[in-house]
């Protein structure tokens, strides 16, 4: 997620898939009806805990990924209009280099009395085109979408982090934890390496029994 008080950080764009969750979704929701279902012991147990965080971290989540769809688009505008924050410079060699923070600058140049005016004039450049992208910022609220996100992502990550010390009482409540951790984690990593298809197996397993349920109830 971006950082608004981290300006040189690049590039700004998609740092988040934004993933739907319906199948999953659909079937924890099938695992709690089917459970209660003409089942009156089922429902006089005490709530599943898990179930409830789940309910709460799924609020949270749709959220963030609402406010990220929104902020990515203020991000699209900013870059086709101001251009994310760089510099070129021109190497000894003749070869032109574009820099997008003054720390990769840095290493480019090196730090070397021969290169200190052309260093000093690309900082220059660079702040002058930071001060334009900064502007825009506040003036189209992408520093605001970008603080929304972030807090609500982090409201969605505490959740989360919460499921590893919240035990599941049903079926629905474990299909719940399996349905954050995939959907946080495909949202990050790559979707087809280890454990995301053993977490998807075993919500199809749910999902096939969620079923099985609903036709015995």
């Known amino acids: 997620m971006a ?12 740092r988040r898939q934004v993933l739907a969750g319906g199948m999953i979704t659909s079937t924890t929701v099938m695992l709690e009806n089917s459970a209660f279902a003409g089942n009156e012991a ?6 599943d805990p898990a179930l409830a965080l789940w309910r709460e971290w799924q ?3 749709d959220l963030t990924e609402r406010l990220c769809r929104r902020q990515q688009r203020l991000e ?3 870059v ?7 510099v070129t410079v021109r190497l000894t060699a003749g070869k032109d280099v574009t820099v997008h923070s003054i720390e990769e600058l840095n290493e480019v ?4 009395p021969d290169v200190a005016a052309l260093r000093q004039k690309a900082e220059a450049d660079f702040a ?9 910022a506040e003036e189209t609220r992408y520093t605001v979408a970008v603080k929304a996100e972030r807090e609500a992502g982090e409201r969605a990550q505490d959740l989360l982090e919460a499921f590893s010390t919240t035990p599941a009482t049903t079926l629905a409540g ?11 984690g495909e949202a990050w990593e790559e979707c087809f390496e280890f454990p995301w298809p053993q977490i998807r197996s075993a919500l199809n397993d749910l999902a096939r029994i969620a079923k099985a349920l609903e036709k015995h109830s």
């Not at 089922?42 to 709530?47: D, T």
Request: with cysteine.
């Open 3 to 14: 950082d608004s008080d981290d300006n040189t950080t690049l590039p700004f764009v998609t």
């Open 80 to 86: 086709e209009s101001v251009g994310l924050p760089c």
């Open 76 to 78: 699209t505008r900013l």
């Open 42 to 47: 089922a429902m006089s147990m005490p709530p």
């Open 174 to 184: 474990v299909a719940g934890k399996l349905d954050a951790v995939l959907r946080e």
């Open 59 to 61: 609020t949270a989540h």
């Open 128 to 136: 002058a085109h930071q001060a334009r992208w900064d502007a825009a």
């Open 109 to 112: 140049l090196g730090k070397g």
